[in-house]
């Protein structure tokens, strides 16, 4: 497996990769899912995919195979910020205000949302290399510019999963029942470190 980062600014030196992240998306967030997020029937994209957004994606055998977006907390785009943001000031009808415990707007903390691995990653053992290859790969965008801290909306279940192969993740406040999904979910917050303070399982290919 190889991990790809990119913004709208190079994504079009990695081929297919964003557009194959989005298809990535609307097959587990849409038909999966049942989400009630914007698609076309083939793609998944919403007012977060914008030039302010970092990728790091995963792609074995020429495959698509998991992926998650991040972006500073400062971000702003038209009258969107973050994900996180948007939903405490009770833009997103979706996620409850309550579920950030304060407003954060900081150089130094990123959001990364959108995680997502595909099903042909059968074994617990190539689905966890794939959770970490898109962390490490998040964590090398944020860490070389400046951030300390990252957070992000997800089921508790991914908590335990990042846990069990070293990253130091905490809950913030309290979690809430998706009633599209079913899944109990909360803020996760942590250091902008690899796991195990190792270095990462692989070097995020970059552009020239």
């Not at 939903?87 to 707007?105: C, N, S, V, W």
């Not at 965008?141 to 992000?152: K, L």
């Not at 599209?180 to 552009?207: F, N």
Request: hydrophobic share 40%; proline share 6%.
């Amino acid at each position: 497996m190889q991990t790809l980062t990119f913004t709208f600014s190079d994504l079009h030196q990695h081929g297919t990769a964003f557009y194959d992240f989005l298809a990535l998306r609307k097959r587990v967030f849409v038909d999966q899912l049942g989400w009630d997020v914007p698609h076309d029937g083939t793609v998944e994209m919403d007012q977060y995919d914008t030039p302010q957004a970092h990728y790091s994606v995963v792609i074995r055998e020429g495959r698509m195979v998991g992926g998650a977006r991040c972006m500073p907390t400062t971000s702003t785009w038209g009258p969107h910020t973050y994900m996180l943001r948007d939903a405490y000031q009770g833009k997103l009808p979706h996620i409850p205000p309550r579920i950030m415990p304060e407003d954060i707007a900081s150089p130094g903390v990123w959001e990364c949302t959108r995680l997502v691995i595909d099903d042909s990653l059968e074994t617990a053992a190539d689905r966890a290399g794939c959770l970490r290859l898109i962390v490490d790969g998040l964590v090398g965008i944020a860490r070389s510019r400046g951030a300390t801290q990252m957070i992000c909306l997800s089921s508790l279940a991914l908590m335990r999963g990042l846990r069990q192969i070293g990253y130091d993740v905490r809950q913030m406040g309290e979690s809430y029942r998706n009633e599209e999904d079913g899944r109990r979910y909360a803020v996760l917050g942590m250091p902008a470190r690899y796991a195990r303070e190792a270095q990462p399982v692989a070097e995020p290919a970059r552009a020239a």
